[in-house]
């Protein structure tokens, strides 16, 4: 290279060096490949070739057709996979080639105002989506005694939930309650209500008419552009859903990481066992909680424990699943799972969403571990006072509505009575009327001015 000068000729010989080492790195050697013997539902069984649990494999049709699929499981010399696409073409004895890949998150800032679906790929129409930046689908480890404290209360612009049931960042919580009572709802009233550096939601397993309505009517246009929406609708396969959970969860830790406040919203953490339970009962795993496999439990807290707080300084992910208590029935396997593992739980009750109250929040059955550590104790006492008023007259509503209580009888009752209405519009408010963690205090303040020894004393 006699005229080329030795800074560009230097440049040249890097690239060159660089090339090479990538198609170094590309060299997998020999690749045995398999073959399709055996498809039930959407469990693939290949034999003829050997793959890690989680590693990708490309199964060839005659007619050429492709389909991607993930090893979940393996019996003597049969490998048990799972597709993550349409599984139409395949035929006995399709070639079955691994990969050496394993699935990994594109993560970055470009995704920021993006919808896409569990794969990573755009769903929006806004073009393809370029990044070299990836982190593990599974996650990392996280030593314990590096995550920051929750010590900072969260603004979520709900006033119940802000007053009585005060959420601190890095926490994580669950929106418990059967199906039709206002799980979404509350959702996205605390999406555009939140005050969050990026917010990352993911639609696991549910409609997928929720999808456009949830990016044009809850987040809008302004909202979209500080988010990230995952969207996995019911009819994809079931490890396409479960991918979905963890490539929103990967999105969010990128974010934390780089020192940003993060809100993640997941709708619903049900739907993500359920796609574990579909592929845990296809390779053989014997159920044992109601029709649940054992590895369910076992991926709920290894999903969940990826949320809260990072190392000191650093940044944080304040999560809100929701979990669909079937039949209303709050004893179901992945309520009780959900209850244990989350740091507080916020439960919706039927008989008040019958009413029409919403948002329909039960305060006797919701709770937030961390109120005690984010708030003043005026403030707790204040909530403890709400809560013994109401819980009084709730116990007593029966009696009382049927006529057979006499004013006199017990004080706690009749103060309960009295206050009453204000508790009960205190606790209702409009989805599209925000009300800030200020104005939730002080309007809880104003019906217990004095802060009275004994409850309620001083209620207006």
């Known amino acids: ?91 006995q004895d399709a070639r079955v080639i691994p990969t050496g890949r394993v699935c990994e998150a594109i993560v970055g800032d470009h995704l920021l105002g993006r919808v896409i679906d569990g794969a990573g790929a755009p769903l929006d129409g806004k073009g393809p989506i370029h990044s070299d930046e990836c982190r593990p689908l599974t996650g990392e480890t ?85 988010a990230v929406v995952v969207a996995v609708p019911a009819d994809n396969p079931p490890l396409r859903r479960l991918h979905g959970a963890m490539l929103a969860t990967s999105i969010a830790e990128h974010f934390r990481d780089e020192g940003k406040q993060v809100l993640l919203l997941m709708d619903s953490l049900t739907r993500f066992a359920q796609a574990q339970r579909e592929i845990a ?64 739980h916020i439960v919706l009750s039927r008989r008040l969403a019958d009413m029409g109250h919403y948002p329909a929040i039960d305060i006797e059955a919701s709770v937030s571990r961390a109120m005690n550590d984010i708030t003043k104790p005026s403030h707790q006492e204040a909530a403890r006072s709400f809560k013994h008023l109401y819980s009084t007259y709730q116990q007593n509503r029966d009696l009382i509505s049927v006529g057979a209580y006499e004013s006199g009888n017990d004080e706690n009752i009749d103060m309960a009575i009295a206050a009453m209405p204000a508790l009960t519009d205190f606790l209702r408010q409009g989805m599209d009327t925000p009300v800030t963690l200020s104005e939730s205090l002080t309007q809880l303040q104003a019906l217990f001015p004095d802060e009275p020894d004994q409850h309620g004393k001083a209620l207006i």
């Open 1 to 91: 290279m006699p005229n080329i000068p030795d800074v560009n000729r230097n440049k040249i010989w890097k690239e060159q060096i660089a090339a090479c080492h990538r198609r170094i790195g590309d060299t997998r050697g020999l690749v045995v490949e398999g073959r399709l013997t055996r498809m039930v539902g959407l469990t693939l069984e290949a034999v003829g070739c050997r793959a890690q649990i989680g590693g990708q494999c490309e199964v060839i049709g005659s007619n050429d057709s492709r389909i991607e699929a993930e090893v979940v499981g393996f019996s003597g010399e049969s490998l048990y996979l799972m597709p993550t696409g349409d599984i139409r073409g395949l035929e």
């Open 281 to 344: 009962l296809a390779i053989h795993e014997p159920p044992a909680t109601k029709g649940y496999p054992p590895s369910v439990f076992a991926k709920l807290p290894q999903l969940v424990e990826r949320a809260g707080n990072g190392d000191k300084g650093g940044g944080s992910i304040t999560a809100f699943y929701t979990v669909l208590a079937e039949g209303d029935d709050q004893n179901d396997p992945i309520v009780d799972a959900a209850r244990a593992i989350l740091d507080g």
């Open 142 to 226: 996280f030593n314990p005694l590096a995550r920051s404290p929750i010590r900072e209360p969260l603004d979520v612009g709900v006033r119940a939930i802000n007053a009585l049931l005060s959420v601190g960042r890095g926490q994580r919580l669950g929106l418990f309650a059967g199906s039709g009572v206002g799980k979404s709802v509350l959702l996205g009233m605390m999406t555009r209500y939140t005050n969050a550096d990026v917010v990352v939601v993911g639609l696991i397993g549910e409609r997928g008419r929720e999808v456009k309505e949830f990016v044009e009517k809850i987040l809008g246009e302004e909202g979209l552009k500080k």
